[in-house]
Nanobody, 118 residues
Framework: VQLQASGGGLVQAGGSLRLSCAAS????????LGWFRQAPGKEREFVAR????????VYSDSVKGRFTISRDNAKNTVYLQMNSLRPEDTAVYYC????????????WGQGTLVTVSS
């Protein structure tokens, strides 16, 4: 299984970015996909999750209303649309996959860096 995250970069506060995560080696539509982030000196934290069908989504309180997770099962890709970015959103963002809502995330991507300048 491979997860390849991309789309990070430098953006000014208030701006937008869209992250992508392309998956291979798994039956993509059977997996819940999640985005996590880790800021310098902090622990990794949950950002958003989407069910295999795409009908169920969950967000952390810190990004709710600003970020949108989506997926395209035909392209084996999950996205994270990030709007109204804040300096505190600066982090390495990781995508991850798990087989069901009740299992642990078993597969992780390599991370993509998002830097938000004030």
């Amino acid at each position: 299984v491979q997860l390849q995250a991309s789309g990070g970069g430098l953006v000014q506060a208030g701006g937008s970015l869209r992250l992508s995560c392309a998956a291979s080696g798994l039956l993509f539509s059977s997996y819940d996909l999640g985005w996590f982030r880790q800021a310098p000196g902090k622990e990794r934290e949950f950002v958003a999750r989407i069910s295999g069908s795409g009908r169920g989504t969950v967000y952390s309180d810190s990004v709710k209303g600003r970020f949108t997770i989506s997926r395209d099962n035909a392209k084996n890709t999950v996205y994270l649309q990030m709007n109204s970015l804040r300096p505190e959103d600066t982090a390495v963002y990781y995508c991850a996959a798990k087989y069901s809502a009740f299992s642990q995330y078993a597969h992780w991507g390599q991370g993509t860096l998002v830097t938000v300048s004030s």
